[in-house]
């Protein structure tokens, strides 16, 4: 479903994939820096432009593992953060994938969190033995759990190699600049045989196709996950897959999805090519219908799925 996912014809070999290394990349599309602040300026107030390195950013899809990053893939800072979780209306949080890795965790089971926040997994877990880390220091002391505490991944792992029955990392694997360095720490964390939990937004959902949302651009996230580099991550990392799970269709999200939906089908219709960044009068046109479509309820979305997505390993 992701139209913009076409990629052009020539490889390039500037940067290598985040996750397998291979410079076997192709370049999706580019955006203007400039687009990407003035769009987090519209919805959010912030002008991230010092946290981007370059004027132009790429998006590039590896031809050998699936990954999409953004290059440079720069990431924000904790100041950036705290802006962006005061207007929570655009983070759609997914509680779904608390439940499909409680139903993983076992009575007894040692669980590790990366990313833990302001603890809310953490309350779902009294009875078992449980670490979080967290990088920051604000987020850990609203947590007020002394299991959370202010910790790198990398420094952890070294600490505690084969320590865990169960890593989870909640919707933190696309905000990180070396996603394979860091699943490489979590699974030293695991003990063999443990499980790994990764729950992430799907680029094969709606997100993968939603024009002018800054969240999924740099410095917010840097890597887009389809399901397919779910499914083979067993052939780069010791990792067994278990389970992918596609989130149910969360009531709240219904008319943002329809009418993301809808401004999709019109772009078909039009044989326009999706582009991350529109600020063009056919954009405006388009939202206004699909606004319209998703008030009147309108099917204009066939998906009964939201946009994250859960994958459960066990490592092997
Ligand atoms: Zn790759």
New binding site residues.
Partial sequence: MTGRMTVKTYNSTVTS?L??H?SNTAEVTSLRASDICRLYRRHFDIDPSSLLSAGTIYLRK?L????ICFDPPDTGNSEFYDRIQRNNSYYMESKHEYHVALAQIREGDNVLEVGAGSGNFAKLLKNNQYTGLELSSKAVKAANDGRIILQSIQNHAISHPEAYDVVCLFQVLEHITDPRQFLEDCIRCIKTGGKLIIALPSSDSIMGTLINFPLDMPPHHVTRWPDSVLRNMGKLLPLQLLLLQHEPLPPRQIRFIRRSGAIARIYKLFNRPMPLIDFSLFKKCSTSIAVLASLVGLPAVSTDSGVHVTAVYRKG
């Avoid at 050998?64 to 990954?67: E, I, T, Y």
């Fill in positions: 994939c996750l397998c291979s590896c050998a593992c699936g990954l």
